[in-house]
């Protein structure tokens, strides 16, 4: 069956430094991959997409990589700040519908 | 624009009781998604509906069904609560973009089955 994991325990960062998050997934082939954040009580945020013909894809302080062969993204953030503490989720997604699979996610805490 | 809003934010049942919980989109998107998000198994994809019709659907029992009217908004129902469907049930909606699509979120309702 597909699976998606994601760092199971929190990843605790000091402020200034780059987060570097995983997800990896099993008997699956994706088109795309999608992460997103997600703040407590509230519904996830999409952050950056990338699809199985890119390498790489950047947005900011955000660089997110794909490989298929390894099966694996890799979610980074530069210069992180207090701020970006919350928990990051990444879906995988095939074709035009909307169903997403979803890793369970990682909680990241930013601190000073 | 106003983002996806859910109705109501939280909600408080008895087992065997039914539910109703409602998902307005953003204007122009007309897919709409229901998933259901509890700290064991994490999000869930319960069921898309694309112009009234369901699109896709989940590995959820009958008990949970949706619908979308024909302005988009899409409601979900979970007939005979059982204490496991306590969490939190996310609506989402997108808007195609070349052949992939961005889930945008609604705030999601919180369901608490006694």
């Known amino acids: 069956s597909q699976k998606i994991e994601q760092n199971s325990e929190a990843l605790n960062i000091q402020e200034g430094k780059t987060a570097t998050l995983t997800c990896n997934y099993t008997n699956y082939s994706p088109a795309y991959l999608q992460w997103y954040r997600q703040d407590p009580g509230r519904g996830p945020v999409f952050l950056l997409l990338?699809?199985?013909?890119?390498k790489e894809k950047r947005k900011e302080r955000l660089k997110v990589t794909f490989d298929t062969t390894l099966k694996q993204s890799l979610f980074h953030i530069t210069a992180s700040q207090p701020a970006d503490s919350a928990t990051y989720l990444c879906?995988?997604?095939?074709?035009?519908?909307?169903?997403?699979?979803f890793g369970t996610g990682t909680r990241l805490q930013v601190t000073l | 624009k106003a983002g996806v809003t859910q109705t109501p934010r939280y909600l408080i049942k008895t087992r065997g009781q039914q539910v109703t919980l409602s998902c307005s989109p953003i204007s122009g998107h007309r897919s709409v998604s229901w998933y259901q998000q509890t700290p064991g198994q994490g999000l869930q994809f319960l069921f898309e509906?694309?112009?009234?019709?369901?699109?896709n659907k989940g590995n959820f029992p009958g008990r949970f069904s949706g619908r979308q009217f024909s302005n988009s908004r899409s409601e979900m129902n979970v007939s005979t609560l059982e204490l496991g469907d306590s969490a939190l049930y996310l609506c989402a909606s997108s808007s195609l973009t070349g052949t992939q699509e961005t889930q945008y979120f609604g705030p999601g309702t919180r369901l608490l089955v006694l």
């Open positions: 990338i699809r199985e013909n890119e």
């Open positions: 879906a995988l997604g095939h074709g035009t519908a909307s169903k997403l699979t």
């Open positions: 509906y694309f112009s009234e019709t369901q699109r």
